[in-house]
């Protein structure tokens, strides 16, 4: 056998393994961003949801009923669904948008990675209980949703950066209360 013969079919085989190898690779690469696809799918209608907020069960339908919710800056921890609704509790917040088109939300970026989806923005001026609620103080959030095989939300993390009033009634119940009280105004019982 040749030297060159000898070469090309070392290399024949060398490429062929590095080709099967590569495509092992891609396949697997493929099912990973079919799910992170999926994952960025639901993410994506949850937040066009939560953004024209007027459907509210449509809006809970995207949760687990055994949801674990945290808000970072009101330092609370919620461990169902139905807590996530109290606290969340659109029907009767005395929320309501400039006009009925606006989006709530804008969304400035938004994160896949496997089944986690982080999405960062900013609230839209809005009304509360007849006051304009607008940007003097930011109004930015930052939520991570985690999603499950079914593309529910199992687990949620939101860091919003909320208004003057609502950082004095933490910090007050910080001082008097401790940090792992429950609001007054969040009722939990059944």
């Known amino acids: 056998m040749t030297r060159q013969l000898y070469y090309l079919i070392w290399s024949s085989i060398l490429l062929a393994s590095i080709w099967s190898c590569g495509t092992a690779e891609v396949s697997s690469d493929s099912s990973t961003s079919t799910y992170e696809q999926e994952v960025r799918e ?7 949801t939560f953004s024209e907020r007027k459907d509210w069960n449509k809006l809970l339908s995207f949760y687990r009923a055994d949801l674990q919710f945290h808000d970072i800056y009101l330092h609370l921890e919620l461990d169902s669904l139905w807590q996530f609704e109290r606290f969340y509790n659109w029907p009767d917040t005395g929320f309501h948008k400039l006009s009925p088109e606006q989006e709530h939300l804008a969304i400035e970026s938004l994160v896949v990675e496997d089944s986690m989806a982080v999405v960062r923005g900013h609230l839209n001026p809005f009304y509360y209980y007849g006051k304009l609620v ?8 930052t939520i991570w949703l985690y999603f499950d095989k079914n593309l529910k939300i199992k687990r949620q993390v939101d860091w919003f950066e909320y208004d003057p009033n609502v950082v004095e009634s933490v910090l007050t119940r910080y001082k008097t209360q401790g940090v792992d009280k429950t609001p007054d105004w969040l009722d939990l019982t059944r």
């Open 134 to 141: 607008d940007s003097d103080w930011g109004m930015e959030f």
């Open 42 to 48: 639901t993410a994506t209608a949850y937040f066009k």
